[in-house]
């Protein structure tokens, strides 16, 4: 099996970045433990990070035919990005959408996701841990529609 995980803007700044809604841990200790979590589940993990939306609209577009799932978190393109919508929708490519801090309990534009409508699931506010439970969440997923 073999996922993208895809990063949007500011996350290369993690550790830095508001450690009250973040945490302290870097982008780099961010895919470390990704990396430890795949290799012990048997998955192929290949990472994706950048402050450009085409660039991630060309990260997912990708994935077509190249993976069998993406793990996702937009940044603040969550809330602005109908280019990353229609660009999951036309990959169809399985996605789970993550994000770090809760967005349900944060301002209100942060609640509104253009992705969400492209996933299978969203985690939220469970810390950089999300992504390991997208990651079981798409490894459940392509074994049962396989």
């Known amino acids: 099996m073999k996922i ?3 990063n949007g803007p500011n996350l290369n700044m993690l550790g830095i970045r508001e450690p009250n809604h973040y945490g302290r841990e870097t982008y780099t200790d961010l895919v470390k433990k990704i990396q430890s979590y ?3 589940k048997g998955v192929e993990v290949t990472f994706r990070q950048s402050n450009h939306e085409g660039d ?12 069998d799932g993406i793990v996702i978190n937009p940044g603040a393109y969550t809330h602005t990005s109908i280019a990353i919508l229609d660009a999951a929708r ?3 490519v399985p996605c789970v959408e993550v994000h770090i801090s809760d967005v ?3 301002e209100e534009f942060r609640r509104v996701s253009y992705i969400r409508a492209a996933c299978l699931a969203t985690v939220s506010g469970k810390g950089t841990d999300g992504y390991l439970e997208g990651i079981d969440i798409l490894k459940k997923h392509c074994e049962e529609n396989q």
């Open 104 to 106: 349900n309990a944060r």
């Open 4 to 6: 993208m995980v895809i």
């Open 56 to 67: 991630l609209v060309d990260f997912i577009q990708s994935a077509y035919g190249n993976f």
């Open 90 to 92: 036309a990959a169809s």
């Open 38 to 40: 795949a290799d012990e």
